[in-house]
């Protein structure tokens, strides 16, 4: 146990430099992904039979084995950061893509006919009525994709992504027992954190009336 603290007091600053990238590539990743996903995922409401075909190959992509992916990287688009967040992104999209989509598709007709009855136009609609009544259900993808990917970029540095997974792959190589723990403490500790952040910021996002206990 000493060593280990040795070793983090020693070499603290790295731990926080790799800590930083794994949270930068990550951020990137599920930013990128939320930016598509959620826009695609209230269009393919719309579009009935396009959601299928979609959504389908969105599934396809996600049985991809995280290695494999990360692999199919480096003929496409070379070894570095961008490679990784790419493969991170693509894996980021499935979970809000689908609770976008089903959050839309699960409001009540009834409610929309109501407030088209009101004189409320379909972007009207959408914006105060769909979205908020389905913002919980997208924010709880918002946040199975943030914490898988926190948890998936740790393979980041098997292609020169860097992140937590240099500390682990690194240890593993080299038999350093202390960067082997330090970097499995701090994927684990980011990962909670993650979902502690995550999940209170799904509370926060969710209308008051909605708000469970």
């Given amino acids: 146990m000493n060593e280990f603290l040795a070793f983090v007091a020693e070499r603290y600053a790295d731990i926080l430099a790799v800590i930083w990238q794994?949270?930068?590539i990550s951020a990137i990743a599920v930013g990128a992904g939320f930016l598509v996903a959620v826009p695609l995922g209230i269009l393919l409401t719309r579009k009935e039979k396009a959601s299928h075909y979609v959504i389908g190959v969105v599934n396809v992509i996600q049985t991809i084995p995280s290695l494999a992916l990360?692999?199919?990287m480096i003929p496409l688009i070379?070894?570095?950061t961008f490679p990784a967040i790419m493969a991170l992104f693509?894996?980021?999209?499935?979970?809000m893509l689908q609770n976008t989509y089903t959050g839309i598709r699960e409001v009540n007709p009834a409610t929309k006919e109501a407030a088209r009855g009101m004189g409320m136009t379909d972007l009207q609609i959408l914006f105060q009525v769909e979205l908020p009544l389905a913002i919980s259900v997208i924010m709880g993808g918002f946040r199975t994709a943030a914490i898988y990917t926190i948890s998936w970029a740790t393979l980041?540095?098997?292609i020169g992504g860097g992140g937590i997974g240099y500390l682990v792959f690194t240890g593993l190589t080299n038999s350093n027992?202390?960067?082997l723990i330090a970097g499995a403490v701090s994927a684990a500790i980011l990962a909670v954190l993650a979902d502690?952040?995550?999940k209170r910021f799904q509370h926060l996002c969710t209308p008051k009336g909605l708000r469970k206990p």
Wanted: without cysteine; hydrophobic residues 50%; aromatic residues 16%.
């Fill in 22 to 24: 794994h949270l930068y």
């Fill in 177 to 179: 027992q202390d960067m």
């Fill in 78 to 80: 070379g070894i570095g």
């Fill in 90 to 95: 693509l894996y980021s999209i499935l979970p």
């Fill in 156 to 158: 980041a540095s098997l």
């Fill in 196 to 198: 502690f952040i995550t």
């Fill in 70 to 72: 990360l692999g199919f």
